[in-house]
């Protein structure tokens, strides 16, 4: 498809050409869903990695956590004086 602008649409539509008008409606709209798709796919890709980054914190937390050895109270010098 070739690149038409509005001007070049509503000129073929004044002229009576029916078929180059529907190419540049076509073309414009076509335009204008792929910049739109761009646009979500940058958002959706920002999204996706900013969300990764709290979530890492989260999990390195968990990790941290899961880690940590239970302290053993039994055997201590208090519960042998009772």
Known sequence: MSDYST???VQF???GEATK???A?????M?????TLDLERINMAQSM???DEVED?????EDSVE???PVDNEGTEADEEV
């Open 31 to 35: 335009q204008k869903v792929a910049d």
């Open 13 to 15: 539509a004044m002229d």
């Open 57 to 61: 914190d989260v999990a390195t937390e």
């Open 67 to 69: 880690t940590e050895e």
């Open 21 to 23: 008008f529907k190419s």
């Open 49 to 51: 990695f900013a969300s």
């Open 25 to 29: 409606v076509d073309s414009i709209l």
């Open 7 to 9: 001007t070049d649409a």
